[in-house]
Nanobody, 122 residues
Framework: QLQASGGGLVQAGGSLTLSCVAS????????MAWFRQVPGKAREFVAA??????RTAYTDSVKGRFTISKDKNTVYLQMNNLNFEDTALYYC???????????????????WGQGTQVTVSS
């Protein structure tokens, strides 16, 4: 249902773009989001975009560096000025219920992709 790609190894200060293609029961009005997780820690909200692209939300640590966008059934995460703390397994997710004040909560999401690893070297 969700296929993520685009992760890799990048030097600090570099850029990467993650992509996630939605299919099946995930309709175009679903909220799409990116979360990330490092071993031993809880999954962390990164960014979310409304189905029509009209609203976005970001966690504070990525504001000004990351941009989430959506084109039809694909959601992107443009990541600039990466630092070591951005190293994680990145997951895309879809919430069929639509935009709310709780887009940062992982339990809101109905579908999850398989994860793509982002590693930032110093």
């Amino acid at each position: 249902q969700l296929q993520a790609s685009g992760g890799g190894l990048v030097q600090a200060g570099g850029s990467l773009t993650l992509s996630c293609v939605a299919s099946g029961r995930i309709h175009s009005s679903a909220v799409m989001a990116w979360f990330r997780q490092v071993p031993g820690k809880a999954r962390e909200f990164v960014a979310a975009v409304r189905g029509n692209g009209s609203r976005t939300a970001y966690t504070d640590s990525v504001k000004g560096r990351f941009t989430i966008s959506k084109d039809k059934n694909t959601v992107y995460l443009q990541m600039n000025n990466l630092n070591f703390e951005d190293t994680a397994l990145y997951y895309c997710a879809a919430d069929l219920a639509g935009w709310s004040n709780y887009v940062h909560l992982s339990r809101k999401y109905d579908y999850w992709g398989q994860g793509t690893q982002v590693t930032v070297s110093s």
